[in-house]
T-cell receptor, first 115, second 116 residues
Framework: ETGVTQSPTHLIKTRGQQVTLRCSSQ?????VSWYQQALGQGPQFIFQ???????GRGNFPPRFSGLQFPNYSSELNVNALELDDSALYLC??????????????FGEGSRLTVL | QKEVEQDPGPLSVPEGAIVSLNCTYS??????FMWYRQYSRKGPELLMY????GNKEDGRFTAQVDKSSKYISLFIRDSQPSDSATYLC????????????????FGQGTILTVHP
């Protein structure tokens, strides 16, 4: 069984640029969530995608947006990058609706540095 | 006030010690409780999951939930150097249909170091 994979693992951007992060969910999982983890902090919920639609959003501005594709993979896009966007971005997938116990399976993250 | 507060540590203990990690929460809507372990430069991995008050044991790990006090704990017995990691408590709720919201609220994490 293939786990959650994320790309790229590391990247450096400058303030004002845009970034796209990618995630392939675990086999059989149709729900994908994105979290931001700043240094020394716990992950914070950005949003969740189910059946290609946003299904819940945390306290993040609209410049954080996402997509989910028919194969359940997902993208996180961040526009107009700010220094405070520097963080580890975690993708997590979960079991199909109806069997979802709330357990999330995380990838290893994409570490974004904004200069 | 944060919804979930976790004793930040860091904790440094000798091998073989019993470790206690704790979180408090304020949101009564939380119905399930988890502990994740995160090694350096890795994603979190699930250690324990419970949705009822009381104790749940899995090997050297025991998760304890007290919903009346809004308090959860993780105990690690006979701690090993390989247990050195950041431990994150996490909580979530179910909607009316019995499906989880999918959003977990995490504590800030406790860095644990077990030295030989």
């Amino acid at each position: 069984e293939t786990g959650v994979t994320q790309s790229p693992t590391h990247l450096i951007k400058t303030r004002g640029q845009q970034v796209t992060l990618r995630c392939s969910s675990q086999s059989g999982h149709n729900t994908v969530s994105w979290y931001q983890q700043a240094l020394g902090q716990g992950p914070q919920f950005i949003f969740q995608y189910y059946r290609e639609e946003e299904n819940g959003r945390g306290n993040f501005p609209p410049r954080f947006s996402g997509l989910q594709f028919p194969n359940y993979s997902s993208e996180l896009n961040v526009n107009a990058l700010e220094l405070d966007d520097s963080a580890l971005y975690l993708c997590a997938s979960s079991l199909p609706s109806g069997t979802n116990t709330g357990e999330l399976f995380f990838g290893e993250g994409s570490r974004l540095t904004v200069l | 006030q944060k919804e979930v507060e976790q004793d930040p540590g860091p904790l440094s203990v000798p091998e073989g010690a019993i470790v206690s990690l704790n979180c408090t929460y304020s949101n009564s809507a939380f119905q399930y409780f988890m502990w994740y372990r995160q090694y350096s430069r890795k994603g979190p991995e699930l250690l324990m999951y419970t949705y009822s008050s009381g104790n749940k044991e899995d090997g050297r790990f025991t998760a304890q939930v007290d919903k009346s006090s809004k308090y959860i704990s993780l105990f690690i017995r006979d701690s090993q150097p390989s247990d050195s990691a950041t431990y994150l408590c996490a909580m979530g709720g179910f909607n009316a249909g019995g499906t989880s919201y999918g959003k977990l609220t995490f504590g800030q994490g406790t860095i644990l170091t077990v030295h030989p």
